[in-house]
């Protein structure tokens, strides 16, 4: 796996393919972790480091299929939804 850094994230490939990308985003103080499949977002994963609660977000076909909150309450969605977590996936995938 190779790394390369750009724009305060690290972005991961493995076969010139892009398999993960880390950033902190300093404005919102959370640490971000997007893991891709065939370059599209499948997970995010956010830490907020004031507090250290954790949110997940689960995607299939660029549908949120399944999040958990800081509280490890689990939603899940089996035709997916576009309103949690919509604006992130956009920013994940136009990394």
Same mark, same amino acid.
């Given at each position: ?6 724009? #305060? ?6 076969? =010139? ?7 902190? +985003? ?5 640490? +971000?972790? +997007?893991?891709?499949? =065939? ?9 907020? =480091? ?10 299939? =076909? #660029? ?5 958990? *909150?800081?509280? #490890?309450?689990?939603? *899940?969605?089996?035709?997916?939804? *576009?309103?949690? #977590? ?10």
């Amino acid at each position: 796996m190779e790394s390369d850094s750009g724009d #305060g994230a690290t972005f991961y490939y493995r076969n =010139n393919t892009l398999t993960k990308m880390v950033d902190t +985003v300093y404005q919102d103080n959370y640490t +971000v972790e +997007v893991s891709y499949k =065939n370059s599209k977002p499948f997970f995010i994963f956010m830490k907020s =480091n004031d507090d250290n609660s954790e949110y997940r977000y689960y995607y299939f =076909n #660029g549908k949120l299929i399944r999040y958990i *909150d800081e509280n #490890g309450e689990v939603s *899940d969605y089996e035709d997916g939804t *576009d309103i949690i #977590g919509s604006d992130l996936y956009e920013w994940a995938d136009a990394m």
